[in-house]
């Protein structure tokens, strides 16, 4: 009786660890972000940093910004445009793929 009870007690516990949305903060995009981009887009992705300024760097929350496709966004993460490195070397294409979820989650915050 009392393993059934703990069971069910245990099981309902995980489901709602589950159910619990990941925040934009903690997603896999968002470490990749703070890894690579920051130094130049800043950590809301406003560019507003040093290098930022100095590139010209846009605020990638902006609708501007949030109008590119992922497909668009892909490419020019994983090509780069100078000055921005391509980071096709560094980062799997999945990996991408998370950090352009992270930043279309930013842009939904704007």
């Known amino acids: 009786m009392w393993s059934s009870i703990g069971t069910i007690a245990i099981s ?40 930022g300024k100095k590139y010209k760097v846009r605020d990638l929350k902006s609708a501007e910004a949030q109008k590119a496709t992922d497909a668009e966004w892909f490419d020019l993460i994983s090509k780069g445009k100078k000055p921005m490195p391509a980071f096709a070397g560094r980062l799997k294409d999945d990996q991408i793929h998370d950090v352009i979820s992270y930043l279309r989650e930013l842009g939904k915050k704007q």
């Open 12 to 51: 309902g516990i995980m489901l709602t660890a589950f159910a619990l949305p990941l925040r934009a903060e903690d997603s896999p995009g968002a470490v990749l972000f703070r890894s690579n981009c920051v130094i130049c887009h800043g950590g809301d992705a406003s560019g507003n940093t040093a290098l």
